[in-house]
């Protein structure tokens, strides 16, 4: 009952245009907390609870926050919903919006970390040293490079389709990033010869939001990039900062024996 709720809930704001991305991840989250205690409505103290198990102040307070916008939603149809305090971990938290810029031996080490993902022998390590490489080189957004498909991959460069704003845009590609590409799509086909989307999971899936944000933040604590879990530090948006320069080395298929390095600034 909670879980239908909150997909009621999440379908109304993007109906209304709104991505609401990062608040749908955290609801279900709610949610499937909620239904492991078999409670069909909105329960103070759980929220209280799933809130503080973040690892941070502010990712407990944006918890908190986001579902208290639920439950006020969901009390006004049915009482049995309660209000948890909005204020359990303190006021609105500073959000400092400073952007990491990654240097070159940063990046080198963060796609050898890539090229090393087990399973070794598996699409893995290609995907993630390809992904990151182009994220760096073109600026492109981790939701844009995500919702790639294979047709989008053009002789003039990618097609960014309805990207922020609802716009889309032409990317274009140095002539080595394109090979590089083109050397992934070769070793891709092993893995998922049938798969629509250009980067794929160690499953030849759809490669998801959170599962790469998640390797991300295993990649850099790996190589001393971030700390541990709850600490600040370089996210994978600020990758995207680091595009002053197109040329994307020739990849290896095989990751194991070679990483997709990124070196000069120009052709």
Same mark, same amino acid.
Request: a positive charge; charged letters at 25%; one cysteine or more.
């Given at each position: ?11 109304l ?13 955290a ?86 970390a ?87 999971s160690?499953?030849?899936g759809?490669? /998801? ?5 998640? /390797? ?52």
């Amino acid at each position: 009952m909670l879980r239908d709720a909150v997909n009621r809930y999440i379908e109304l704001y993007q109906s209304m245009g709104f991505k609401y991305r990062v608040q749908s991840y955290a609801l279900r989250s709610f949610a499937d907390f909620a239904e492991r205690r078999s409670e069909a409505f909105v329960r103070a103290d759980s929220v209280v609870e799933w809130a503080a198990s973040a690892p941070s102040i502010r990712q407990r307070h944006d918890r908190l926050r986001t579902v208290y916008r639920l439950a006020c939603a969901l009390n006004a149809e049915d009482q049995r919903h309660e209000m948890p305090p909005a204020a359990v971990f303190g006021g609105e938290p500073r959000r400092p919006r400073s952007c990491h810029i990654f240097t070159q031996d940063e990046i080198e080490r963060l796609l050898r970390a890539a090229s090393e993902l087990a399973p070794r022998e598996s699409i893995r390590p290609v995907t993630y040293t390809t992904l990151l490489s182009l994220i760096a080189c073109t600026g492109l957004r981790i939701s844009e490079a995500l919702k790639l498909e294979l047709s989008d991959l053009t002789e003039d460069g990618l097609l960014i389709r309805a990207t922020k704003f609802q716009k889309s845009r032409l990317v274009p590609l140095h002539d080595s990033a394109n090979h590089s590409l083109q050397q992934y799509l070769a070793a891709r086909c092993r893995f998922a010869p049938t798969a629509s989307t250009l980067f794929v999971s160690r499953n030849g899936g759809k490669l /998801t939001y959170p599962t790469v944000i998640t /390797t991300f933040l295993v990649l850099a604590r790996s190589t001393g990039l971030r700390g541990g879990p709850g600490q600040t530090g370089c996210r994978l948006h600020d990758l995207r900062h680091r595009a002053d320069f197109p040329v994307m080395p020739t990849f290896a298929a095989d990751a194991a024996q070679a990483a997709l390095w990124i070196y000069g600034h120009s052709a």
